[in-house]
């Protein structure tokens, strides 16, 4: 018996050692790896900092900042659109995909920001809008003139013509803005398909030319150097073949608005999933044959857990993205929230996720307000802390490390976005995401330091003399300042390998362990109402008198160092606390 014992420990040994010596090598681990517990800072070219003094931000701006992000602490950076575009949708809507917006700068600008973000380290991610192009590319003017190769490049449709001469749209279907999807055009005669505004026409992925001109695009950019894509509105990719109308959803009388249908042919349709699938191949076989870091997709759409879950991998294991954007931060919780509410969020994904995947967490974007707006001013270091400590991928907007604040009382004049524009003087503040895409705020300079214009595209916000970086990194607390402090604990292996424990204290407040052994326990607690708490978090952790705090928001009335007692810890509204736990010796 004991013999036999013997031996299956030392087959086991063995064959320890035999996968240890085929595991690919330490080097190869961290390329193929170094996006699963990366911050991925989003920056919104426009409005991040202007170089040349025209009010709008630009390559060389971002250039000249990215010290800024190896002093922070960030290691890869996701950029909207920086391509030619006539800016009806402030880049979504691109008319040459393989160039700069002259606005933004050349290719050679942009070869320059690669370089030096090679050099500190930084990994650059580019976003990708295949769904749609402007109705200014070469390709749509082809289309429309019916140039041959480009007859069937969109999605055209006859529909059909009223004895009273009115013409109707081939179908219900519905633009995310607002009205038809269909889009008349005089010179073809026909209506094409636009899910977003008349200068965004969606591209026709039942024709291969497409994927093909858009294959290449991605190669365009995979030869400069960038490190992956962030992919625009995937879910809108394909619609129904058979072009049926949508079923009403019962939950508005607007015809107008997006929510009156139920988007079952417009949104997620198969194909979206497969054609991701081929880029995931794209991707890997561009890795396997140039060498360096694993290149990455994550992809943007808002859908069910459930749909969102099928682009990591389908029903049968095929792979997709390596992440398909969380925004359960913005669209599931919200400052009404409770803390079984946050937990519930929390682990929804964590439970659906399929098997070896890594989980993410968006806390903001250029399309929603910011989250200070969103949870309120005094939740901006508690909201960091949950982003910073959960399992996986985090993902910041810039500005949320200062805990910038939408600017809401742009005025109708100063209104450029174009869903708000088309929604009238009346009505155009509660659409418009102009708030949330104002200049960076980087000092009490002229412009918040962003410009040296007169004008900048968007306003600044006003708030800028006192809420911007140069103040927040003087300070000797500062929401930068535990922005910076969480990065750094985001290097320790208890946040990047350990177990995640949640527990919710009671409807105000939640707490979780991550863990690992034979490292300290962390814990993050946090209190995500307007009232001050007392805790006692006895039950959830075993070693009540050794709590060590960690990180504190700026208006604690705790201190990093502080010894804590589990039996009792107070908590001022929407405070949050990192904690470590101290090992028994
Ligand atoms: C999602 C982008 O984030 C948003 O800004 C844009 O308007 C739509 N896609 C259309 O491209």
């Not at 991925?40 to 709008?56: E, H, K, M, V, W």
């Not at 041959?148 to 803005?177: A, C, I, K, M």
């Not at 995979?222 to 049926?244: C, H, P, Q, S, T």
């Not at 417009?266 to 081929?278: A, C, F, G, S, V």
Request: net charge negative; proline share 5%.
């Amino acid at each position: 018996m004991d013999v036999i014992k013997v031996l299956v420990i030392l087959l086991s040994v063995s064959l320890v050692e035999i996968l240890g010596h085929n595991h690919q090598p330490k080097d190869q681990d961290a390329k193929n790896n170094w996006w699963q517990h990366e911050v991925f800072y989003q920056i919104y070219p426009r409005s991040f900092q202007d170089s040349n003094g025209d009010g709008i931000g630009d390559l060389q701006g971002i250039t000249s900042r990215l010290q800024y992000f190896k002093d922070t602490g960030i290691t890869a950076v996701w950029l909207s659109p920086i391509y030619e575009s006539p800016m009806v949708d402030f880049g979504y809507d691109i008319s040459n995909y393989t160039n700069i917006q002259p606005e933004y700068g050349t290719l050679e600008d942009f070869d320059v920001l690669i370089a030096k973000a090679n050099e500190l380290g930084i990994k650059v991610i580019l976003d990708f809008v295949p769904n749609h192009s402007s109705n200014q590319h070469p390709w749509f003017l082809k289309s429309v003139a019916r140039e041959p190769g480009y007859e069937d490049f969109y999605v055209w449709q006859n529909g059909s013509l009223l004895e009273n001469g009115t013409r109707v749209p081939p179908n219900n279907w519905l633009s995310v803005f607002s009205g038809s999807a269909w889009e008349w055009n005089d010179e073809r005669q026909q209506f094409y398909l636009r899910q977003f505004t008349f200068g965004q026409p969606d591209l026709n992925y039942r024709n291969p030319a497409v994927i093909q001109a858009m294959d290449d695009v991605m190669l365009f950019w995979l030869n400069k150097g960038i490190a992956g894509f962030r992919i625009d509105a995937v879910i809108y990719i394909y619609e129904d073949a058979l072009l049926r109308d949508e079923p009403l959803s019962g939950t508005t009388d607007d015809p107008n608005v997006e929510s009156y249908l139920n988007h079952i042919y417009t949104r997620n349709q198969p194909e979206d999933y497969l054609l991701l699938q081929h880029w995931r191949q794209l991707l890997d076989n561009y890795t396997a044959s140039q060498g360096g870091p694993r290149r990455i997709m994550m992809t943007e759409g808002y859908a069910t857990v459930a749909q969102l879950m099928e682009y990591y991998e389908d029903a049968n294991g095929v792979q997709g993205p390596e992440f398909p954007f969380n925004f359960d931060f913005i669209t599931e919780v919200n400052e009404n929230s409770t803390a079984a509410d946050f937990v519930f969020y929390i682990e929804r994904w964590l439970i659906y996720m399929p098997h070896g995947h890594v989980a993410n967490w968006v806390m903001g974007n250029h399309d929603n307000p910011r989250v200070a707006s969103r949870f309120g001013v005094k939740s901006v270091d508690a909201m960091n802390m949950l982003l910073m400590t959960l399992p996986g991928i985090a993902i910041t907007y810039n500005g949320e490390e200062l805990g910038m604040t939408d600017y809401r009382n742009i005025s109708w004049e100063d209104t450029v976005d174009q869903p708000a524009c088309e929604a009238g003087r009346d009505s155009y503040q509660t659409i418009s995401r102009d708030p949330e895409r104002t200049p960076m705020q980087w000092s009490d300079e002229l412009n918040a330091g962003f410009s040296t214009s007169n004008h900048t595209w968007l306003p600044v916000n006003p708030n800028y003399k006192d809420l911007n970086l140069r103040n927040q990194q003087q300070a000797r607390q500062s929401h930068y300042k535990v922005y910076q402090s969480l990065l750094k604990l985001r290097q320790l292996p208890v946040l990047k390998n350990g177990s995640f424990i949640p527990d919710v204290v009671n409807s105000r407040v939640f707490a979780f362990k991550r863990e690992l052994k034979g490292e300290h326990t962390l814990l993050t607690l946090l209190n995500v109402k307007n009232r001050t708490e007392q805790v006692d978090l006895t039950d959830f952790i075993d070693q009540p008198n050794r709590l060590s705090v960690l990180v504190v928001g700026v208006d604690s009335h705790h201190r990093v160092g502080d010894r804590l007692k589990a039996e009792s810890i107070e908590l001022a509204p929407f405070e949050g606390l990192v904690i470590q736990l101290n090992k028994r010796k």
